[in-house]
């Protein structure tokens, strides 16, 4: 089931985005999210309750996650907002892409996470979805979560096996997910058509001095941007896309915030002394 949930595609994985340190082989990135999913079902589930998502520990390993691009405007003031090959080709032969926030500059630290809260505006859809995930077959859900209980929380079915409100508001976010995940391949689609995207390195220097190296992303090329056909620029325009387009070249600055909530935490671990996010 582990790999059913593995293989959802752009909606799951950012799997070429790689972090680094100087020197270091490069690490995938994959989700650490989901450990033990298994489907949904009102007879193997049906004495399960659900407590409200509050502890966001379960995102503390995550350095990277998809973001939908309708999720591009709040996340893009937060978070770099790159591009990763997500597998396969599509219909023109260009790499399937698709959006990820980078949440931390080493593999498995988000540094948004502390003591089990998420410090910051905004929390990806990708987080806020669990434990639920679609399979090939239909809805999973995490029963490695310890807001999973026979005792605790909102129930999941009622006596008829029918799902709750709660189950039914949480399978209706996990649809929408789905749904904007689906139309995000649209407009990476039309980004990698036009030969828009042009891998990125960069390289971050803590006040240690230890370097730490980006790759693996994608993002969209400034000059190729400029040099597209005004019929073209006015098509992206029209259809949204171009305002998406400069939030994430936008959004880059953001790693100078990364590379400073970087060195804060290498303070905290040092000394024991904590320190509030910097904006």
Known sequence: HGRQAHRQGAGQRARAARIRRRGDAGVSVASALFRAPEPLDPASHAALRIAPLRDFGIAARLHAVFVAATEIPEAAPEDPIGFVPSGGHGAAGAPVVSPVALLGLVPGENLFVQG????A???PAFVRRYPFVSGRRGPMIDMAWSGLSPIDGEPLFDEAGRPTPTLAAAL???ARFDAEALR???FTARLAALELLQPLQADATLPDGTTL???GFRVVDEDRLRALPDAE???????GMLMLVHLHRASLARMRHLVELKALREHERRTGEPHGPTG
């Open 116 to 119: 089990g809260r998420w410090q």
């Open 121 to 123: 505006r905004y929390v």
């Open 172 to 174: 209706d976010f996990l």
């Open 184 to 186: 995000t391949r649209g």
């Open 213 to 215: 190296t980006v790759e």
């Open 233 to 239: 620029v006015l098509e992206l325009h029209r259809s």
